[in-house]
């Protein structure tokens, strides 16, 4: 059984940084694209980064540009989101997402696996 795990986020300052990170039981990441997510209540989810499995690609939404950095290491089976200069609109609950199934990696449907959210909230 597969089970994605994820730690980090919490309260942070706009302009501060936070780190997420994502693993995996029952699963290598190493062999599989994994892709970060957030949503906010009431909206629907909205992808936010995702790296390839052996992490020569990655992509990021447009205001996330310049601001997050995904990484993986496969050593450790996990892959991290490190975000900066957080502004209050990044306020979300995040969540991580691997097994791509297909279709196009924004798209939450094309993910099989999902982590438990993380919540991150900034303040002003």
């Known amino acids: 059984q597969v089970q994605v795990v994820q730690s980090g986020g919490g309260f942070v300052q706009a302009g501060g940084s936070l780190r997420l990170s994502c693993t995996a039981v029952?699963?290598?990441?190493?062999?599989?694209?994994v892709a970060w997510f957030r949503q906010v209540l009431g909206k629907e989810r909205e992808a936010v980064s995702w790296?390839?499995?052996?992490?020569?690609?990655?992509y990021y939404r447009d205001n996330m540009k310049g601001r997050a950095t995904i990484s993986r290491n496969n050593a450790e089976n996990t892959v991290d989101l490190q975000m900066d200069n957080l502004n209050l609109e990044d306020t979300a609950t995040y969540y991580c997402?691997?097994?791509?199934?297909?279709?196009?990696?924004?798209?939450?449907?094309?993910?099989?696996?999902w982590g438990q959210g993380t919540q991150v909230t900034v303040t002003s």
């Open positions: 997402a691997t097994v791509f199934t297909g279709g196009h990696w924004h798209e939450a449907e094309a993910w099989r696996y």
């Open positions: 029952g699963l290598r990441l190493a062999t599989r694209h």
């Open positions: 790296i390839s499995s052996d992490g020569g690609s990655s």
